[in-house]
């Protein structure tokens, strides 16, 4: 036994005393510093762990906020509702309508059957090609289209496409269409005044916008509000001084006269002698403010208020008021017109005949060239001058309507004889129609003029006196020679049962500061009614007409009586003449420029 646990305790020993590696298939091959690195590596991944996350947790906890709030949590724009415009009657010009704007999540809307994708380009009317390549983007969200109809959007809405959303916006709509264009204007895709007084008061008409903070889901739906809400404030009407009869009228009656006269454009303005108002504000060619996808410049030029030309004979009557009322003459004063021909040094000026001795009278009744070149140059230029810029020619104007032009006067300082002798018959000199419908307002009044406005007056204006009362009458007088006299070059603005007035005007065509040649025309007339107590006064101006005659008498002064003669009506204006049957002169009534 002795003998035998001897052994065991011999084989025990010797296992305790075996070291470890002595086991082939526990030997280590490593050398020992390996461990360390390992240890090292090991311990320094914590470490940097460690520190990224206090980075994360402490330091840059804000930052990382921001950004995961930005990819569930949304600040929604609530769109406020633009203004109206009315007319001054409340008849409604322009209002806003709501539509959806069409939104979309590529990857979702992609996923969908190609047959919803056919049908949703169909609904937006859009090529399934052009489509597909606007999902085809790294962003998001993608707008596939803006102020989609209602029923549109509610037929896409149908198709229950995933990733397919609608925000509510709203789309500017206009009942007149083209009547109308010119005074009111147009918006852009975002409901921003472009044009008109849509442009002019974009501050009152807009609003302001309000917002809505909420939650998403990873797929764009709206699963809960947060924050507060502010509630968008609706922009404020608008009532303009524009009559849309009025309107209606000068509108029909212009584009029948450009398209009759073979012209290339014209434009008529109406204003209220009593109140400074513009009941109307006409320009052919028009455009369909709903409908702008083929607008060109030449249907969006404001020619009324943008255009400037030469005024022609238009612009006898103020030289003459201006004699007039210094003393320098009278209306029965006597001046030799010759046989027609006036020579100022080495230029010639010329009536379309002689008329030898006539009175200041017949000098506007028969628009003689000569007769108001003579008067004019019994006067300081700088008289001339003042009386130009008084009446605002030249002057920037202050009427709130964007895109309104001065004009151009040249300082009178530089003014040789002849040059202000054609002046005061309307040549060298510029203004705009709604300019020389304005100098008028001396005439209409008593010899006060009042500022323009294309909002509702509701307070009488106050005017600046340019001439004496008595001259304003004897002017009038004078005016009325021109549509009812033997010799007047207006006979076709008579109205049956209304006394009317006013002055012809026929001008070269000025393009790129040179007469156009072969010779273009510019016939206008400028006038008022009734003239025992001035209502309105009414400008017309035909661009360029190529049939029928082009004198002023001949293609602007019928317009005048047509849009007069509706206007009169319409606001029911008793008549002042017994007037009823007009005789129109075999040459249509020509004037000289």
């Known amino acids: ?19 470890f590696t002595k086991n082939p298939m526990l030997a280590v091959s490593l050398p020992p510093w390996r461990s360390r690195v390992v240890l090292f590596v090991l311990f320094a991944a914590f470490a940097a762990l460690a520190v990224r996350a206090l980075w994360l947790q402490g330091v840059s906890t804000q930052f990382l906020q921001k950004q995961g709030e930005a990819r ?11 203004g109206k415009i009315t007319d001054r009657n409340g008849q409604v010009l322009a209002s806003s309508v709501p539509v959806k704007a069409i939104w979309a999540i590529p990857d979702d809307v992609l996923a969908a059957p190609p047959e919803k994708i056919r049908a949703l380009a169909a609904l937006l009317e859009m090529n399934e090609a052009d489509l597909r390549k606007k999902l085809d983007s790294d962003r998001d969200l993608v707008y596939l289209k803006r102020q989609v109809e209602m029923d549109v959007a509610a037929k896409i809405a149908e198709l229950k496409i995933e990733g397919i959303e609608a925000r509510k916006e709203y789309k500017r709509f206009y009942p007149q269409g083209e009547v109308m264009t010119h005074v009111v204007g147009f918006t852009n895709v975002e409901d921003v005044g472009q044009e008109s007084m849509e442009l002019a008061q974009q501050k009152t008409l807009q609003g302001a916008t309000g917002s809505r903070r909420v939650i998403k889901d990873r797929l764009g739906h709206i699963v809960e509000d947060v924050g507060s809400i502010h509630e968008p404030h609706d922009g404020k009407d608008l009532t303009l001084s524009v009559d849309s009869k009025i309107q ?12 009759k006269f073979k012209a290339k454009a014209g434009g008529a303005v109406v204003l209220d002698v009593h109140t400074g108002e513009v009941l109307a ?20 030029r404001n020619r009324v208020m943008t255009d400037t030309f030469e005024p022609g004979s238009t612009l006898k009557p103020i030289t003459v008021a201006l004699a007039l009322d210094s003393g320098r003459v009278n209306p029965n004063s006597y001046i030799d017109t010759g046989a027609g021909k006036y020579t100022i040094l080495d230029r010639t000026i010329s009536d379309t005949k002689g008329h030898g001795v006539i009175n200041v009278q017949q000098i506007i009744e028969m628009s003689s060239n000569i007769g108001t070149s003579k008067i004019a140059l019994s006067m300081p230029s700088q008289e001339m001058w003042e009386m130009f810029t008084k009446v605002g020619f030249g002057q920037q104007p202050k009427w709130g309507f964007p895109g309104a ?45 009042i500022p323009l406005s294309f909002q509702k007056v509701t307070e009488p204006p106050v005017g600046q006196q340019i001439i004496k009362p008595k001259t304003a009458e004897q002017m009038r007088a004078m005016l009325e020679t021109v549509v009812s006299g033997k010799d007047g070059t207006a006979k076709q603005a008579q109205i ?7 002055k012809t005007g026929t001008a070269y065509k000025v393009e790129n500061g040179r007469y156009a040649m072969p010779r273009k025309y510019i016939g206008s007339f400028v006038g008022m009614v009734p003239m025992s107590n001035p209502r309105f006064i009414i400008a017309v101006m035909i661009d ?29 204006v008793p008549p002042d003449s017994s007037v009823t049957e007009i005789v129109i002169p075999a040459d249509g009534g020509a004037d000289v420029m």
């Open 72 to 82: 569930y949590a949304f600040t929604l724009e609530l769109p406020a509702t633009r």
């Open 405 to 449: 032009v001065a004009g151009r006067v040249r300082p009178y300082k530089s003014w040789r004889p002849i040059e202000q002798a054609t002046m005061s018959y309307g040549n060298g000199i510029s203004v705009s129609l709604i300019q020389l419908a304005r100098s008028y307002m001396m005439f209409a009044r008593n010899g006060d003029t």
């Open 248 to 259: 209606y009228i000068a509108y029909t009656q212009l584009k029948g006269a450009v398209e």
């Open 281 to 300: 504000l006409a320009n052919y060619p028009s455009y369909d403010p709903n409908d702008r996808r083929s607008l060109t410049g030449a249907q969006l």
């Open 496 to 502: 049956p049962g209304y006394r009317a007035g006013g």
């Open 544 to 572: 360029e007409p190529t049939q029928g005659g082009h004198y002023g008498g001949q293609v602007a002064a019928p317009t005048f009586a047509a849009v007069a003669a509706n206007a009169l009506r319409s606001l029911n």
């Open 1 to 19: 036994m002795r003998a035998g646990g001897g052994a065991n305790s011999a084989r025990v020993a010797r296992s305790k005393g075996m070291p």
